[in-house]
């Protein structure tokens, strides 16, 4: 077996249609992906486990879809206008740009720089005379805060618009529609609400193919719970969370809780965890778990003048919600869902052997039709794809060789092959062929269906 690079990810990747660089034919756009046939089904796939697993499975929680553009207002309410910095400093000598607490992080993994100050990381990076990653030189500007914020305008003349924010994650639309949806819904504390959409964050140093991007997908879930219950539910998030990846298939091995302390917790923050996964690059940052106080609804309610409280129909007693909050990014659930999966071997042909061993939840295509011999069996394996694809995704594949065939369906992790033969065209049964077990099984149309279906089940 081959190790796995991020090199090797991002080909595979482009190479098979999962991921291009964006806007390409006119030289990239840095840190911007596309996500390709495959990318796309598999993207879908993973927001659909979440959805079923978070949202129709759960005893607790019902979605929402707010917009991205939000009035202004909530953004000043939230913090983000006055406090969504990153550390921003720049090297003299080479002029690359970076992040400071990420310089110092990176110098010494045992820091947390994120709960430095300022001037704290300017006297480590001084101290400790950190060089600059590019160049080596260690001269360096003083540290600027960054808001991450993209700014937009509404409106026809772009002098007399109206200032707008991209959403920098999804979170602040669901706590402006805290009220409609408990009530609307008859919700009794505790509840959450989930929702999966695009936040945009003006990254100072994206990277790492799709782990860090300016454009990403975020799914989230507020939970609403009666203060004081809040590490309750807090740990009962912890391993849903958790047990949500090991599910999918993610290695427990490759899985880590990295319980925020004191110095590293935001200042609305009583508990964070972050669910690491290891990347190629190393374990970082897959989700991030926070219990997150009443501090939103609590700023909302004095910007807006709107009571957020809630009344407990039972005591009667008049309280803001706590909110406990996993955030999990699409792309980097993505990222980790490849580089589990992916498996290559060069035989001693020298022939590269790809599997891509993904739960079949996942898998873009759940079946493969290949008529045998193209000339003999096309009509009917072109009427069993179309009879197949009403009920899951298929791919229909009439060109080489069988072997090669399967091969090229392995390499994209398709969990079933229907093959096509001179006896289906006798006695309408065809050889479902299980990608992991191997197994050949003669079956008529209306069993493959029942076996895929119960088979692909998340
Ligand atoms: P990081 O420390 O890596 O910048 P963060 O702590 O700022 O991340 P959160 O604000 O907790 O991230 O966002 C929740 C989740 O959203 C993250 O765990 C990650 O999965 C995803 N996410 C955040 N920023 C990005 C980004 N720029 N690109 C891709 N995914 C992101």
């Known amino acids: 077996m081959k190790a796995k690079s991020m090199e090797t990810l991002i080909n595979y990747a482009k190479n098979y249609g999962f991921v291009y660089q964006g806007s390409e034919i006119y030289g990239g756009l840095a840190n911007t992906w596309d996500y390709g046939p495959l990318g796309v089904e598999l993207k879908n796939n993973l927001k659909q486990a979440f959805w079923k697993r978070f949202v129709q499975e759960s005893p607790y929680n019902v979605g929402l879809d707010s917009s991205i553009l939000l009035n202004p207002n909530a953004w000043v309410a939230s913090g983000h206008v006055g406090g969504f910095n990153d550390p921003l400093i720049d ?8 992040r400071a607490d990420h310089l110092i992080e990176t110098y010494d993994p045992s820091v947390h720089a994120d709960g430095m100050k300022i001037n704290e990381m300017e006297a480590y990076i001084k101290d400790n005379h950190i060089p ?18 993209f700014k937009t305008s509404q409106g026809v003349v772009d002098e ?5 924010y991209l959403r920098p994650e999804t979170a602040q639309g669901i706590f402006l529609d805290f009220k409609h949806v408990q009530r609307t819904s008859r919700l009794k504390v505790p509840f959450g609400i989930v929702q999966i959409g695009k936040s945009f964050r003006n990254e100072i140093t994206p990277g790492n193919f799709i782990f860090r991007t300016r454009e990403f997908e975020q799914m989230e879930l507020e939970f609403f719970c009666k203060p004081g219950t809040e590490k309750t539910w807090f740990d009962y998030w912890k391993k849903e969370s958790m047990q949500f990846l090991i599910d999918l298939n993610l290695h427990a091995d490759n899985l880590t809780f990295e319980d925020h302390d004191a110095s590293q917790l935001s200042h609305y923050s009583n508990m964070t965890t972050d669910i690491e996964y290891k990347y190629p690059f190393g374990f970082d940052e897959l989700w991030g778990i926070a219990s997150r106080t009443d501090y939103d609804l609590t700023q909302h309610q004095t910007h807006s003048e709107t009571s957020l409280e809630y009344m407990d129909p039972v005591t009667n007693e008049k309280y803001i919600p706590y909110v406990v909050e996993p955030s999990l990014g699409v792309e980097r659930l993505f990222l980790a ?8 071997e060069t035989l001693e042909s020298g ?6 061993n993904i739960h079949p939840a996942l898998a873009p295509y759940k079946v493969a039709v290949l008529p045998l011999i193209k000339k003999h069996h096309k009509e009917e394996a072109e009427k069993v ?9 298929a791919v229909y594949d009439e060109a080489g060789k069988i072997g ?18 001179h006896d289906s065209l006798e006695d309408g049964t065809y050889t479902l062929r299980d990608k992991n077990t191997m197994e050949q099984t003669r079956l008529s149309l209306d069993e493959i269906i029942a076996h895929i279906e119960k088979r692909i089940k998340f």
């Not at 007399?160 to 707008?164: A, I, M, N, P, R």
């Not at 969990?415 to 096509?420: D, K, R």
């Open 337 to 344: 869902v490849l580089n589990e999966a992916y498996t290559s």
């Open 160 to 164: 007399q618009g109206l200032d707008l």
């Open 132 to 149: 600059c990653p590019a160049c080596g030189k260690h001269d360096f500007t003083t540290i600027r805060q960054f808001n991450l914020m």
């Open 404 to 421: 090669r065939r399967y091969r090229r369906q392995d390499a994209i992790g398709t969990p079933f092959a229907v093959t096509i033969d």
């Open 385 to 393: 794809y179309r009879a197949l694809s009403k009920h899951v995704m």
């Open 351 to 356: 022939e590269e052997r790809i599997n891509l």
């Open 91 to 98: 090297c003299k000598a080479c002029q690359t740009r970076h």
